[in-house]
């Protein structure tokens, strides 16, 4: 079942909420804290298949919820975007510092900068 850990994980970053607070628990103990069933069982009372079968459902209904609405997708692809974003600032840089000694070009940069760094606050602030 934890064959895909880091994607289970951003999922329930972003529609944990969805799930029932029993499901939430479950999960958490499972995805987050790394315990095996049996021991999730023990600690919630039930039997070891009523763990698992609780965790199957929650990865259902978080895939589903991403299938829908793909906030993670979206999420990544942002990141993507912000990634290569820097990276053409560092390059106007680079240029700037090297050919061009234009202000303007810095202070294009700089602005670019302060751009990225308040798409990427807001990206951490959302989830």
């Known amino acids: 079942m934890k064959g895909k850990p880091l994607e289970?994980?951003?999922l329930f970053d972003f529609y944990g909420e969805t799930l029932t607070p029993k499901q939430r628990e479950?999960?958490?103990l499972y995805y987050n804290e790394d315990l095996s069933l049996a021991e999730i069982a023990e600690h919630a009372g039930i039997?070891?298949?009523g763990v698992r079968d609780s965790i199957k459902r929650a990865e259902h209904a978080l895939g589903e919820m991403?299938?829908?609405l793909g906030l993670v997708g979206r999420?990544?692809?942002a990141e993507k975007c912000a990634r290569g974003l820097a990276q053409q600032v560092?390059?106007?840089r680079a240029l700037n510092d090297g050919t061009l000694h234009s202000s303007e070009a810095a202070a294009i940069a700089d602005r670019m900068a302060a751009l990225l760094a308040a798409l990427q606050q807001e990206a951490s602030d959302g989830i």
């Open 26 to 28: 479950l999960f958490d």
């Open 90 to 92: 560092a390059a106007l």
């Open 66 to 68: 991403e299938r829908r």
């Open 8 to 10: 289970m994980s951003l």
């Open 47 to 49: 039997t070891r298949q």
């Open 75 to 77: 999420f990544g692809m």
